[in-house]
């Protein structure tokens, strides 16, 4: 089962949508509450990295008897060095964003310890791409 | 020991999610840092909080929260509520400042376990 959001970057009041949607899926699989909820935090706080920092990107959720399977494709300005952003604690959020709780520097590390596999790629000026695996 | 027992115990005033104040309470996370929340807080903690943002409902729901504890006299957006009746979110206010409120909290939560 394959299914695509688009998320919207700068567009707080409807982020957490697309994470929301997946989660309600799951669900209605019975899939395990724990495993649930890890994959939730993987998805939202990839999601909220769109919104954040991005223009816009597109969520593909593959669910699969072994796993889910999500690909987080972003048109933005990119992650100049990928080892900083993955340290708690680092963020180039902007004030406004902070304000609103976000930019805590723990969106990435949240994503690697509740995911099983875990790809980053980025070109500056370009894009991001995140490729997430949470096996069943 | 859920919402209902807290909320009449502290005073809080009910803003959303009514029908599900029947929820156990397994302890609280006191944070305004939402990806904190979303790496620290544990399913069925209540979530004390500044922020009163939209974005608050999709992480007690994500996290299956068992309610929000908005603190002091925050105005929550009927736009807020509206979502958290939507996604069977309970938000509460204390109309307290956050130290009290988690303070008063934690003596609420020792007392129940112990009593």
Redesign the interface.
């Known amino acids: 089962m394959r299914i695509e959001y688009h998320i919207e970057g700068g567009d707080f009041s409807a982020a957490g949508g697309a994470s929301s949607a997946v989660r309600k899926t799951l669900k209605q699989f019975n899939i395990a509450p724990l495993l649930v909820r890890r994959i939730a935090v993987v998805l939202y706080e990839a999601e909220m990295n769109v919104v954040a920092h991005a223009y816009h990107g597109t969520m593909t959720v593959d669910i699969r008897p072994t796993g889910i399977y999500v690909v987080i494709e972003d048109s933005g300005p990119g992650i100049e060095d990928i080892d900083k952003a993955m340290q708690e604690g680092f963020s180039t959020a902007t004030d406004e964003v902070r304000q609103m709780g976000f930019g805590a520097g723990m969106g990435l590390p949240n994503i690697r310890k509740n995911c099983d596999e875990m790809t980053l790629t980025s070109t500056p000026g370009v894009g991001t791409r995140l490729e997430i695996q949470v096996n069943f | 020991m859920n919402v209902k027992s807290m909320k009449e115990a502290l005073g809080y005033e009910c803003l959303s999610g009514e029908s599900w104040l029947d929820r156990p309470v397994e302890g609280a996370y006191q944070s ?5 929340v ?2 620290k807080a544990q ?1 069925g903690m209540v979530w004390i ?1 500044s ?1 009163v ?3 608050i ?3 007690a ?4 929260l068992s309610a929000i504890v908005a603190v002091n006299e925050r105005k929550v957006d009927p ?1 807020v509520i509206e979502a958290a009746n939507e ?1 069977e979110v309970v938000i509460l206010a204390s109309g307290k400042p956050a130290f009290e409120t988690g303070g008063e909290l934690y003596c609420w939560l020792s007392e129940a376990k112990n009593g």
């Open positions: 305004d840092l939402l990806s904190d979303m790496g399913a909080t922020q943002h939209k974005n409902v999709a992480v729901s994500l996290k299956e736009e996604e």
